[in-house]
Each structure stands twice: as C-alpha cells, then as structure tokens.
C-alpha cells in the first residue's frame, strides 16, 4: 500500500523567514496531496491541495509543489508569523475510490515553531 | 453552526470497558470517516462510509464497530477497551468519495484507558 514519509519531523524558523516541509510517496497511482495545518487541540484543517497534473499552486503566503517523476511533493510557507506555529501533516490519495475508498495516507506531521 | 462535530471532547475510562464516540455532519455530505491519532501524531483512517454504507475498514481491531443510523452521524463503538485504544480518535466528512473531495474534520475525542 501507499506510504508517505514527511521530513523535517520539527522546524523551527524566524518569524518572516521561509519554511520549506517536504513529502515522498510511494505508489504512483496517488494523484492528489492534501496539505493539513493542525492547531493544539483541534482537528487538521485542510491549507492546500493539489493534484497530479498540476505542478505548483500558490495560495498567498502558501505554495505547494509536485514532482511526480521523483514522488515527491513540498509545502512552502513564505513570511512566516507566529500564528503559523502548528502541525502540518502532507497526505496522498488515488483516485479509484471503489477500491480505495477515498483512502487518505498521511505523512507523520512536522511540528513547525515560528520564534517573534 | 459547527460542520463536524463529535462528542465527547474527552473520555476517561477503565480497561475492559465498553465505550461509544459520537459524531455528526451537518455539511450535508455524503462521506465520513474515522480516524486515529497516537500519541506521537500519527494520523491513520479507521473507517470509512459513504451513505451509510462501509467502504473502508483497516484492519481495525472488531471490539471497534462502526455505526450510521443515518448519513448525517457516523459513531464509534469500542468493546473491551485497551490501553493502547488511548488516542484522539476524528471524525472526518466529504462532500463524496471522490478524489479531490476536501476531507472536514472534527474536533477529535481524547480517549484515555487506565
């Protein structure tokens, strides 16, 4: 089955400075990867997604990028602020969901610090 | 107006008990899920039900069963607890099964097992 392995496994950055969370998978039937900032205390909430046949997507501050030769795919976090202090988890999906069911696999979380 | 919702926040229970988890959607999806997270983070789907029908169930222990009266609430139950059942069990929703659906979850219930 998928796996997906997440590093760094923590991060501390500067406030202002770029953070950078990279994610390798597996199978190369995974064709979409969710990006989940989790907050203490609460559930992950979905920041950025993007799916196989895209290359880069860019939300404001956040940009996530897919190699899909190299099955890989990162998270870019630019100008980061103290509120942007939480888990990320990356997660990977295929689409046939009659056999897979929809299944996300995530990565095992990266806890980011950004220090004021 | 919370989407997903799960009650209770937090669980304290013995070993060998019988315990139930509940969570609702009111988002109108048609999707919802279980998932588990340990103690370092790990994040793991349990289950998975799509119009109360189960389409994903991962070599999940049968003390957990899952039950959807209706497409609205998906609740856990878990028989015989264990100590390694502590975790923040989520609740989850989307729209449908489908691949690029976002996936909603709740708060998460903090179950411990003494």
């Known amino acids: 089955g998928e796996n997906v392995e997440q590093h760094p496994s923590t991060l501390s950055v500067q406030e202002g400075d770029s953070a950078v969370i990279k994610c390798t998978y597996s199978?190369?039937?995974?064709?979409?990867f969710p990006w989940y900032k989790q907050e203490l205390g609460k559930g992950p909430q979905l920041i950025i997604d993007i799916r196989s046949n895209v290359g880069e997507k860019k939300d404001q501050r956040i940009a996530v990028t897919l190699n899909k030769t190299a099955k890989h795919f990162s998270l870019h976090i630019t100008e980061t602020q103290p509120e942007d202090s939480a888990v990320y988890f990356c997660a990977a999906r295929k689409s046939r969901w009659v056999e897979y069911g929809n299944k996300l696999v995530f990565g095992a979380g990266t806890i980011l610090r950004v220090k004021s | 107006d919370t989407a997903v919702s799960q009650t209770p926040k937090y669980l304290v229970t013995q070993m060998g008990n019988d315990k139930s988890i509940k969570c609702e959607q009111n988002l109108g999806h048609d999707t919802m899920y279980w998932y588990k997270q340990d103690s370092k983070k790990f994040l793991k789907i349990m289950f998975s039900?799509?119009?109360?029908?189960?389409?994903i169930n991962e070599t999940v222990p049968n003390r957990f069963s899952p039950k959807s009266p209706d497409k609205a609430h998906l609740n856990l139950h878990i028989n015989s607890l264990e100590l390694g059942d502590s975790a923040v069990y989520f609740c989850a929703s989307s729209q449908t099964l489908l691949v690029q659906d976002t996936q909603y979850f709740g708060p998460g219930t903090r179950l411990t097992v003494l």
């Open positions: 199978d190369s039937a995974s064709n979409y």
């Open positions: 039900y799509n119009n109360k029908e189960l389409i």
